[in-house]
C-alpha cells in the first residue's frame, strides 16, 4: 500500500477540493491504485480475511472508474464517486484486516 500512497493522496485532493486539477494525472493515479487492488484477489490475496478477494475487486473496479471519469474529464460523476470512494471501498478493506489481523 505505500507503493500508491502519493497516487492516493492525489485521489484525495480531488475528492476534497471538488477539482479534477491535471486530469490525466488523476486519471492515472487512479489506474495505479487499481492495479495494486488487483493483487488483493491475486499475488497477495489474504485467506484469513473473509471476502478480502472480493472487497479487492470491488475497490479495483471503484478506482477504474473514477479514473476513467477523470480521464475523459467528467468532473461531477469524479465527485459523486469520491464521496463513496473512500467509505465504501478502502475503509472496508482496512477494517476487515484490522479485525483480523490487528
Known sequence: MKSIEEDFKLIEKAIETGSLGDAKALAAAAEKCAAVMKLGYDKYEDKEVPDFAK??????????????EAAQGHADNVKQ???TLQAQHCARCHDAVEKVHG
Open 55 to 68: 472487497l479487492a475487486r470491488e475497490a479495483e473496479a471503484a478506482l477504474k472508474q473514477f479514473g476513467s
Open 81 to 83: 464517486l469520491g464521496k
